[in-house]
Structure formats: C-alpha cells, structure tokens
C-alpha cells in the first residue's frame, strides 16, 4: 500500500537546475531517513544527499554547494534542488525511505522503500 512517487527528473544543459520531489503514498506511522541514490550506467550506485527525521542532512562531496535538501513531514514528502548541473550528475536518481511504519489490517510493518527512479540528464 505505501509507495514512493518520484519526479522532477529530464534534460538540462550543463549549468542549469533542476528539482526532484518524491512522496509517500498511503497513511504512515513514521518515517526516518529519506534522501537519494544515484545510479550512473557503468558506474556504481553513490549516495546523493540524505535528510534524517530530524532535518540534519548529509550531502556528498561532489554535489556540496550545489543541491539543497528539505522535506516537509507533514506531507511526507522530500525535495532535492540541484543547481550547477554538471554531465557527471548524469544518472538514474533513486529516491529512498528508511524505517516506514505503517499499519494495515490490524498489523504494523517497519520497512525501506525505494522510489521508481527518474532520469537526470545533463548535456547541451
């Protein structure tokens, strides 16, 4: 019953912008950690930037100075606004969620979610 949907993704000419939103879908207990992964073809899977429960975040070096993360827990929803895209953010961004606790049916669940992905692009 819970998903995440998200968004944002497309094409953009190095140096531009770009802000990717995913959202819980369905009624949650809790949530912690969200953030995103991104997954360059022939590369291995990094992590972008996280946001904990308690809006301290973590950010990787190579997008320091350059994205800037947020959520709103009352929409259970997260944010991520890229600027200075460069060709290297190039990638399949997987939006995640750690320690989703729901309940259905009389039973509660605690577990990781992950988004569809969506593609970034950058190039002119």
């Known amino acids: 019953q819970v998903q995440l949907v998200e968004s944002g993704g497309g094409v953009v000419q190095p140096g531009g912008s770009l802000r990717l939103s995913c959202e819980i879908s369905?009624?949650?207990?809790?949530?912690?950690?969200m953030g995103w992964y991104r997954h360059p073809p022939g590369k291995q899977r990094v992590l972008v930037a996280r946001i904990n429960s308690d809006g301290t975040t973590n950010e990787a070096d190579s997008v320091k100075g350059r994205i800037t993360i947020s959520r709103d827990n009352a929409k259970n929803t997260v944010e991520l606004q890229m600027n200075s895209l460069n060709p290297e953010d190039t990638a399949v961004y997987y939006c995640?969620?750690?320690?989703?606790?729901?309940?259905?049916?009389?039973?509660?669940?605690?577990?990781?979610?992950w988004g569809q992905g969506t593609q970034v692009t950058v190039s002119s």
């Open positions: 369905g009624t949650v207990l809790s949530v912690g950690a």
């Open positions: 995640f969620a750690d320690s989703v606790y729901y309940c259905s049916d009389s039973r509660c669940y605690d577990h990781d979610y």
